[in-house]
């Protein structure tokens, strides 16, 4: 197979990006002349033109939005519907017709972009909630290029999709698809339980999933880091990222403001460690969370609720020379937060709902071997399916946290060590590059969809079979 591959993403990256995505991909996309498609950062008339950004080392093609489009298609669809539903937050979900017809629209305008640089023997892969009806419109351009789809969000539970305006359109859009990328074994459990409660859908052999007479596999990959320049930019020498401020220890939480991270449990669980902490003890706890769709309503009201935590408990613990929490509310450089990560005591994850949480293995991989921090861990996280030997904890109970917290801060050296090694050789095992390759090598694996004019389709099982269950991140879903 010679063909190129072609990433659609609804961010594209800048010339000099380094997100894990871009890492991820940056290899694959850039051996074979590939192309990676998304919006540009800025507004503009909508058309089926595809504005040239750059050519290394791969090709970006950016498509306009225009104003209506981003309020409806992304910060309306994408984030007011599909991400509150996928996050178990069905009651945050604002439905509205402009917002679905927008959306579907979107799709059809990519779909026709897509299709004027494609050629047949092609790579298509497609990223996240933004984009989950895209194969579908490629497939009615009678495109029957193999295409793979990546979730990087929590798949929804069955419950959760009946939210949706159209809810057997969802599994329609997926079954689009030759191989459907998830996280975790639990979404994909999800996935085959959505597939198992449609009549169209039948269960293959081999345990892919034909749909009318379409094919696809369902497996996980999960999402990784580049561990090696973590590690790097960690032991990198420099001043101390607080300057003289630093506090006598401190524990860490690294977070995209959003609702689905559980930061005001967080702090709260903090404050009622705080009211039965040793006096001789006084961590502090250091929150980063820069803002997100702060047009959102959702957004908004969080913003408000953790001012009002953060600065409740700081007026009743504070002392003088110690402020319990620092919150911090806009990003922090890379590098430092990597020292950042080195330097805490413990970090605290505390997701109610994840896909996978890069910050848990960010942190891991940040850590002096010979005397590493303590990782606290939300159950939901889908890092902690591998990440067992983190402190697991019950994101809904403040009482449990505030006791990991106590916990990890009295953890002897020779535990924290043997907790350390087992969540590193999960981090290892799930480095970013191996992500990227093991669903490149299963997309190219399978058989391309057969698309014929007058409109019917089907494609051949793929061709991957049970010997390749048991290979981490290549995993054939039962």
Known sequence: MTGKLIVVSNRIPGKTSSGGLVVALQDAISSNGGIWIGAHADPGEPDDTLEELGTEPYRRLAFHLSA???????????????????????????????????????????????????????????HDYHFLPLAEELRKLHLSNRMGFF???????????????????????????????LQTSADVARCLEMFRSDQRAEFMPNGSVKFDQNVVAVRSFPIGIDVDKLIHEAETEGPSPFGREEPEEFIIGVDRLDYSKGIPNRFRAFGEYLDSRPPDRRPCLVQIAPPSRERVKAYRDITFELEEIAGRLNGEHAALDWTPIRYIHRSVERSRLARLYRRARACLVTS???????????????????????????????????????????????????????????????????????????????????????????????????????????????????????????????
């Not at 178990?88 to 579907?104: F, N, P, S, T």
């Not at 994101?395 to 505030?402: K, L, N, R």
């Open 352 to 478: 109610l709902a994840d896909g996978m949480n890069l910050v848990a293995k960010e942190y891991i991989a940040a850590q002096d071997p010979e005397d590493p921090g303590v990782l606290i861990l939300s159950r939901f996280a889908g890092a902690a399916e591998d990440m067992q030997d983190a402190l697991l904890v019950n994101p809904y109970d403040t009482g449990e946290i505030a006791r990991a917290i106590a916990q990890a801060l009295d953890m002897p050296l020779a535990e924290r060590q043997r907790r350390y090694r087992g969540c590193m050789a999960a981090v290892r095992d799930t480095d970013v590059s191996q992500w990227s390759k093991s669903f490149l090598a299963a997309l190219r694996r399978c058989t391309p969809t057969l698309v014929v004019r007058n409109g019917a389709r089907g494609s051949a099982t793929p061709d991957a079979g049970p010997d390749q269950r048991a290979h981490s991140g290549d995993i054939y879903a039962e």
């Open 68 to 126: 209506e489009e981003l309020e409806n298609y992304y910060l309306g669809f994408a984030n007011s519907v599909l991400w509150p539903l996928c996050h178990r937050r069905g009651d945050l979900v604002q439905l509205r017709a402009e917002y679905e017809r927008d959306y579907l629209a979107v799709n059809r305008r990519v779909a026709r972009m897509v299709a004027q640089v494609a050629e047949p023997d092609d790579l298509i892969w497609i």
């Open 151 to 181: 979730l990087h969000i929590p798949f929804p539970s069955l419950a959760d999709l009946s939210v949706l305006p159209d809810p057997d359109a969802f599994a329609h859009w997926l079954a689009q698809y030759n191989l459907l990328g």
